[in-house]
């Protein structure tokens, strides 16, 4: 008997904790939950194909459950859904129902936004202005369906897990967007005078040319005649390239070699002119009297290939006391040839 009850025991711890887990199984699969928290409603204009039981999510954690999608008469809808206790609502408070996955499911997600800080007690209503839908995905995919007939069923569910994953809560990315694009339509129709303007002028500009084909299909056979003969001639145009990039080296070795000579003569040009402009008076007498020294000197040289020269005057140049010089005249001649002018 006692073997028995033991084995009953035993048996009984078995099957509670046998229970207990495929209770504890049952509640996470079914999403149950024992905190029902407090009540909201939340108008939206489409819902998504959001259904009952959905999760309601702040910052990607379950906070409830949607517990009813009902119709209104304005066609708006109403969607009733539970939040924990520890969930505060505001007058700010939005509601944005967002893709859950590939298969279309979709959670509804409160988000904090511009607005009072009022606390929304249980039972109170977002408004249709603070409650956003989900972007029509179906309609942004059906686009791509011409770009799906040529892909394989994986390549299809990769691209649309990535376009989920892309535009997934960047609503208020694609309404700045479209903002900006009304902000330029907007400025176009503004402008529509000066675009009128510029749809003529191109019109002036295509009759021009229409009244001209002949010449302009001439132009574009000469063109393309051009462009044929250099490339048959494409050989003769690769070597006269490379002869010109030949000769370019040689320049450039030459020169090189030139610097150092060149930069001496462009140094001892410079010293001559400095010398030069310190004695200018002398330099610009010597340039004066220069003619006249190369005529004297021509007639001196009419008689053959050497110079007669007469000697007029001899001085013999001596060192003095103290350094100075002493000239003494050896020989004198004033007339003649050397009777001064």
Known sequence: MENIRGTLVRLAAFLTVCLLGTVALWAVFADLRFDEGHTYFARFVNVSNMKKDSHVRIAGVEVGQVKNVAINR???VTVEFTADSSVVLTEGSRAVIRYDNVVGDRFLALEEGAGGTKKLNAGD?????RTQPALDLDAVIGGFRPLFSALSPDKINDLSGQLIQA???QGPSIGSFLAQAAVVTNTLADRDQLVGQVVTNLNTV???FGGKSDKLDKAVVSLSELVDRLAQRKTDVTNAVAYTDA????IAGLLTEARPPLAKTVHEVDRTAGIVLADHDYFDNFLNTLPDKYKALSR???YGDFFSFYL????????GKGG?????KVASQTTGRCTPK
Do not use: E, R, W
């Not at 209503?125 to 202005?129: E, G, K, N, Y």
């Not at 000769?247 to 040689?250: I, L």
């Not at 100075?324 to 003494?328: D, E, L």
């Open 74 to 76: 304005d066609s708006t």
């Open 324 to 328: 100075q010089p002493v000239y003494v």
């Open 167 to 169: 535009l997934q809560g």
């Open 300 to 302: 001196q040289g009419i």
């Open 312 to 319: 007029c005057d001899a001085v013999l140049k001596l060192n």
């Open 247 to 250: 000769a370019a080296n040689s």
């Open 125 to 129: 209503t977002i408004p249709v202005d």
């Open 206 to 208: 295509l009759t021009s």
